[in-house]
């Protein structure tokens, strides 16, 4: 049995976009509730657009293997981005739902992940907490989210996030000696 390792390493890029991040964070903090609107908009647009070809795809698949799946996940796709373009309040809680959810995961992950890193420990136990913090907080206050809410939790996680690549970097999965590949799947 062959064990995959990462690596935490910090490079330029790392910096660069790091601080694009943090830089983005500032703006959608400036203004919460356009960064919504506008997320949830464009979300909505992508879907339905995305469902729109899925379903003419599906055309093409008549009479062969895959065609009702097909169809009706372009079908789904359709309606829900038409939902959310035509009712943005609705898919806007919904998404704080799933951003709450996403917050909650990835503290989680970045705490575990902490006790591992004994380099960075520090750093990754608060970013961590943070994401996890706003993850709970949206879960146990889902009737009180707002539009401001979305905006405020997503520029917080995305200067949370552009610290942490600053500070921390990416991880990685370092060459193998003597030109060996890694196994599939990893």
């Known amino acids: 049995m062959t064990q995959t390792t990462l ?87 919904t998404l704080t739902l799933i951003m709450g959810t996403v917050f909650l995961v990835s503290g989680v992950v970045r705490l575990v992940l902490a006790a591992n890193e004994p380099e960075n420990r520090g750093l990754m136990i608060f970013s961590g907490a943070v994401s996890t913090i706003l993850g709970l907080l949206v879960l146990f206050n889902a009737f009180a989210a707002s539009f401001v809410l979305l905006g405020i939790l997503l520029g917080i996680q995305v200067i949370v996030d552009g610290l942490t690549m600053m500070l921390v970097g990416r991880l990685h999965m370092p060459a193998l000696p003597h030109g060996g590949t890694h196994p599939a799947g990893t």
Do not use: P, Q
């Open 7 to 93: 690596e935490m390493r910090r490079t330029g890029w790392d910096l660069v976009l790091g601080a694009l991040l943090f830089i983005a964070g500032l703006v959608i903090l400036g203004n919460a509730a356009f960064a919504t609107a506008l997320s949830v908009m464009i979300l909505g647009w992508i879907v339905l657009i995305g469902g729109a070809l899925t379903l003419v795809a599906s055309l093409f698949r008549i009479g062969k293997g895959g065609f009702w799946s097909t169809a009706l996940s372009g079908g789904l796709l359709t309606v829900i981005g038409l939902l959310f373009v035509s009712h943005t309040g609705a898919a806007a809680l």
